[in-house]
């Protein structure tokens, strides 16, 4: 969802600098096609995000090759930034941090902190980006002729959408932010009681009544957590 956020963002200049070409085109349908599947199909979000993801950096790959100078450096930028979070995002999803049985058998604690400390990570710094992006992209084109069509028209892109997604999209961060550390306080524990818990009848217990209280309690948190982002998540569909 931060990638997709991203480029709706630059929806506005794709459509007023390159209305003719044909991968921005299929960017603007894409993101538009994702939006309303995901709001009429709430389950198929994952679905739908890795056909948009693959839309989206095969076209951006096609802007980049055809396109020259500051044009050039705007969609270098936006891939850059799609790369990155969905390295995170694909870790994330591929990783096994909810499977119990794999953390019983194999105890691969670090390497599953590991991952969440990543998340979080590039959640707080997308944060950061997404927080100052004014100024950072101020400064990115300062060496353009701002009043020029091109620049003027990504900064009216962006602000147009920044006055719509930034209060809904603050609060989707922090929400991400503490899910990812109620996750990591899970396999915290996890690691700490390691051999002093099971799983009987599809239930975590654990040896210690105090550790199983304070599972339960952080559990109820991650679960918490989980319904925020998803009700947000759909709050920053219909802002797209």
Sequence with gaps: MMAIMLFSQFGQYSRNIQNRDKSSKNILNALSEYKESSLEYPDSIDVN????????????TELISKSTGDE?????IAQDYRSKFET??????????????????????????????????ET??????????????????????YEGELAKGFMSGVLKKD???????????????????????????????H????????????????????????????IEHEEQIEHLNNELIKVM
């Design 88 to 121: 995170a995002y694909t870790d994330w999803s591929e990783s096994k941090i909810f499977d119990f049985n794999y953390l019983l058998k194999d105890a691969p604690f670090d390497s599953q902190l590991v991952i969440i400390d990543n998340y979080i990570s």
């Design 195 to 222: 051999g002093k818990w099971n799983i009987e009848n599809e239930t975590i217990v654990f040896d210690r009544i105090e550790s199983e209280q304070k599972y339960n309690t952080l559990l109820l948190e991650a």
């Design 72 to 76: 050039k450096k705007v969609y270098t």
């Design 163 to 193: 006055s719509i997604q930034k209060p809904v999209f603050e609060s989707f961060i922090n929400v991400h932010i503490s899910y990812g550390n109620s996750l990591k306080a899970i396999v915290t524990l996890f690691k700490q009681e």
């Design 49 to 60: 995000y890795t056909k948009l993801s693959s839309t989206l950096k095969t076209n951006l």
């Design 124 to 145: 707080q710094n997308y944060q950061i980006f997404f927080t100052n992006r004014i100024p950072y992209l101020t400064n990115e084109l300062k060496d353009l002729e």
